[in-house]
């Protein structure tokens, strides 16, 4: 090119993550035995929602009567701590999740932090499947100013783009119209050559957008579940599972873009 850079252009990449909707019992029993002393570790938990999605986790136990000495309870929350770096779902990390002790078992010669590490991490694994896991999207504020002749087709493209438009105000330039909306980032990546296409027929006018990160939320799809395989993003198969109370929904093809490795 005329300064002999090199370019490289790529789709911009946004942080999912994953939590649950409901509450689920679980109980793991990690039991191994290969010659001499055994691995044993046993815990019945309980996961829910903790309505705090700024958090991981939050860790509390309910043992009561010595079932899980205490100082297997450090070994108990490593294991929660661990695996919430990776969801159920697709691996995002996991946020908003209530994890809890109640009880569980232990022996008094193989018992060790290692076996109820290894029971925590399989009971979160259970635990998260059984909890209704949803995907949690980053949703933008947007801003755009746009000629009054063209709101109309800016706030259809925005609903197609799973924008959620809030209202529409005059802009202190004539014939222009400021369109406020919550949109998800991820539908955002070509939007700048969408607004010079829909402005085509008046070059004349000057335009301009900024969206900013607004919240997380579950992922905006009201009546399909989404399933799909991210090869282009991750360099390998990878697909979204969503299980509701009825069972697994209708696959279809949604595309976003994904940043886990």
């Not at 010595?66 to 919430?84: H, I």
């Not at 301009?208 to 090869?231: G, P, S």
Request: aromatic share 10%; charged share 25%.
């Amino acid at each position: 090119n005329r300064y002999k850079v090199e370019i490289e252009l790529s789709k911009p990449k946004f942080a999912f993550r994953e939590t649950i909707r409901k509450k689920a019992d679980v109980e793991y029993k990690y039991k191994k035995q290969s010659g001499g002393h055994g691995q044993y570790g046993h815990v019945k938990m309980t996961f829910e929602p903790s309505g705090d999605l700024e958090q991981p986790y939050v860790f509390e136990q309910t043992v009561v009567g010595g079932a899980v000495p205490k100082n297997f309870f450090p070994a108990v929350e490593k294991g929660l701590q661990e695996s919430v770096k990776k969801g159920v779902l697709a691996g995002f990390p996991v946020v908003g999740l209530k994890a809890i002790l109640v009880d569980g078992s232990y022996h008094p010669v193989d018992s060790s932090e290692m076996a109820f590490k290894m029971a925590a991490s399989i009971a979160y694994k259970e635990g998260m499947r059984q909890a209704e896991p949803v995907l949690l999207e980053p949703i933008g504020s947007l801003s755009v100013f746009v000629p009054d002749d063209n709101t109309g087709d800016m706030m259809g493209e925005l609903n197609k783009r799973r924008g959620r438009v809030l209202g529409m105000n005059p802009a202190e330039k004539k014939g222009m119209t400021e369109i406020v909306a919550e949109v998800p980032m991820a539908e955002m990546a070509d939007f700048t050559l969408l607004l010079r296409q829909i402005l085509l027929q008046t070059l004349s006018q000057r335009t301009q957008w900024q969206i900013d990160f607004f919240e997380i939320e579950f992922l905006r799809d009201n009546y399909r579940i989404v399933i799909r395989t991210v090869r282009e993003c991750f360099g390998r198969s990878r697909t979204f599972l969503h299980k509701k109370t009825d069972g697994i929904k209708t696959v279809c093809n949604y595309h976003m873009y994904l940043n886990t490795p």
